[in-house]
């Protein structure tokens, strides 16, 4: 295990490093390096993880044995025995990551849009036509995708059997200490018990944006077109507040009016983001997170935008990958990305294995905690906005919240139950677009902008398809994050409605976080999260406790009006 993890730790490091660079400045010779790194690790870390098989029925100490599963679930597609195989499987990574990160809608040969421009788009226009266009157009990226994506899963579920999993899924629902039928029972609970609420939330969104575009954009099934909810996969439907706010209420303030206005540049959003951490009594970046990160896009070469954070050599070389817009969305995602750097560096003197967090939804959650602590309260605290908005506007407030957080969970059950069916080969090539959009209208209530056949590919338009990242993690943040939000809120003394907490500048709710951070993955999550939140179980009722006043609000609006939508 010495030895393990020692070559993995250094052959980690290379590929970081060249992922760095392709990812940071796509071409030939940059995807070479990536593929190549890639290659070395995946191989390695599946001959050592074949070799581990012989020790599977020992009785070892609990720590060696987690080292020895986190061995076998290194490699999120691992390498097949056959080297010829692995090599092909490492480009094929490459190459669909690549090819996102290049994509582009070229509507003719001299008008060609970037997902940020299409992106945009989608959050400011108010045409439907418009937003058609985009939505359709970003979608004429991924067909190119299918057969290789097709090969990616073949070869990724050979490198997965020779582990002994049943095939990539099943490798994936491994890393949760319980099993994968447990983990996909839990993720179902938890989906049943928030579904109320997101269809309160569904319904009432519908009969506003009827009021804008007009009846007939809904048919008798009830189904959202997801080019009208101001976000490219309709994951998160805050962009379009304007058209759903309360009429009634007191209007809120508008968060990206409030940068603009007080000349908010990339870099001091990010600075604004790391001192919500040191407040906390946590370190500043190092001087090299400044130098090294890319913070926005080059204007003269091609890269991967979707926003990551990176530890490239495990010794403080912490950046982010970023090409940040001045605005509400993107002012969030950058507490998610610091979260991720934070995490990092905690758990730093961790063992290899161990540097980790204690479930990769942990991972995607510290940021966001931290975000939810962004309050009129905290915004007033450090200048951005004068007036803060009495308990008249606590509706509206919460209405914001839940077209960000509420509106994400199906989408972030959808992504990887299409995923797991393609693995198992439950869902066959042939379907793949089929049983995508099945799955948008059972969990999301949402339907396609225009008519969509298997001449195309929609899963391979959203990134973590082809940069092959698991996505029930974020399903999972989305939970836990309120469940330590509710802790540290609770340990701060905070009194009154739970959305109107901030533990800004508390070094206690700093400590007790970065506490549970620095353990990383050398425990099982319940043991994180007990020293967390005080519990051991994964639970909606802290989102809900949230929500509780919007979920009233919404059912008094919603009465005498249908809720839910017909899928099949
Ligand atoms: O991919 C991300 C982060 C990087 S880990 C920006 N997120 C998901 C997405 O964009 O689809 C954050 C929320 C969900
Ligand atoms: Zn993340």
């Given at each position: 295990?010495?030895?393990?993890?020692?070559?993995?730790?250094?052959?980690?490091?290379?590929s970081a490093f060249s992922s760095w660079a392709m990812q940071t400045n796509i071409n030939y010779s940059t995807e070479w390096l990536a593929g190549d790194a890639d290659n070395a690790y995946s191989a390695e870390a599946a001959k050592l993880a074949h070799e581990a098989r012989k020790y599977d029925k020992l009785k070892l100490p609990a720590d060696l044995k987690r080292k020895f599963l986190a061995l076998k679930l290194t490699v999120t597609s691992p390498a097949p025995p056959d080297p010829k195989e692995q090599k092909e499987l490492s480009d094929a990574k490459v190459w669909l990551d690549s090819?996102?990160?290049?994509g582009k809608y070229c509507a003719t040969p001299e008008k060609c849009q970037t997902l940020d421009d299409l992106e945009e788009t989608l959050r400011s226009s108010r045409n439907p036509t418009v937003l058609l266009d985009a939505w359709q157009g970003w979608r004429t990226i991924s067909p190119p995708m299918r057969p290789r994506y097709q090969r990616f899963v073949e070869l990724s579920n050979k490198g997965s059997q020779d582990l002994g999993f049943k095939d990539t899924a099943d490798l994936w629902r491994s890393g949760y200490d319980m099993t994968p039928e447990q983990f996909s029972a839990e993720l179902d609970r938890l989906d049943s018990q928030m579904k109320p609420l997101y269809e309160a939330l569904h319904a009432y969104v519908r009969r506003r944006l009827q009021d804008k575009y007009g009846s007939d954009i809904i048919g008798a099934d009830g189904l959202i077109p997801q080019q009208l909810t101001g976000n490219?996969?309709?994951q998160s439907w805050e962009n379009i507040y304007d058209l759903v706010k309360a009429p009634s209420q007191t209007p809120s303030f508008d968060l990206t009016k409030r940068l603009v206005a007080n000349k908010y540049d990339e870099k001091k959003m990010v600075e604004a983001g790391e001192g919500f951490f040191t407040s906390l009594g946590l370190e500043k970046l190092p001087a090299t997170f400044w130098e090294r990160s890319m913070l926005t896009r080059p204007r003269d070469r091609e890269v991967v935008c979707h926003a990551s954070a990176w530890d490239v050599e495990n010794s403080q070389d912490l950046r982010i990958k970023m090409c940040i817009k001045i605005n509400a969305e993107d002012y969030v995602t950058i507490h998610h990305e610091l979260g991720h750097n934070y995490y990092q560096r905690a758990y730093e003197?961790?063992?290899y294995f161990f540097r980790g967090s204690a479930n990769d939804g942990f991972h995607e959650a510290l940021g966001d905690t931290i975000a939810l602590s962004v309050t009129p309260e905290y915004l007033k605290q450090v200048g951005l906005i004068d007036k803060v908005p009495g308990a008249e506007g606590d509706i509206d407030l919460l209405l914001q919240k839940?077209?960000?957080?509420?509106?994400?969970?199906?989408?972030?059950?959808l992504v990887d139950k299409w995923r797991w069916d393609v693995f198992s080969g439950k869902t066959k090539p042939a379907d793949y677009n089929k049983a995508w959009w099945a799955l948008v209208r059972k969990y999301q209530g949402m339907k396609p902008g225009n008519e969509r056949t298997e001449e195309q590919f929609d899963p391979g338009a959203k990134y973590h398809i082809?940069?092959?990242?698991?996505?029930?993690?974020y399903f999972l943040?989305?939970?836990?994050?309120?469940?330590?939000?509710?802790?540290?809120?609770?340990?701060?003394?905070?009194?009154?409605?739970l959305h109107r907490c901030s533990f800004y500048g508390d070094k206690g709710a700093g400590k007790r976080l970065n506490d549970m951070m620095a353990m990383g993955a050398s425990r099982p999550w319940p043991d994180a999260l007990e020293a967390a939140t005080g519990q051991r179980e994964l639970d909606a009722t802290a989102i809900l406790e949230y929500f509780a006043p919007l979920k009233v609000w919404l059912d008094e609006q919603n009465k005498g009006r249908s809720v839910g939508w017909k899928a099949e």
């Open positions: 295990m010495d030895k393990a993890e020692t070559s993995l730790e250094a052959l980690g490091r290379r090819t996102y990160g290049k490219m996969w309709g003197k961790q063992p839940a077209l960000e957080k509420v509106a994400f969970q199906p989408f972030g059950l082809p940069g092959n990242t698991p996505y029930a993690r943040a989305n939970v836990y994050q309120f469940q330590f939000y509710r802790a540290l809120c609770k340990q701060v003394g905070h009194t009154g409605p």
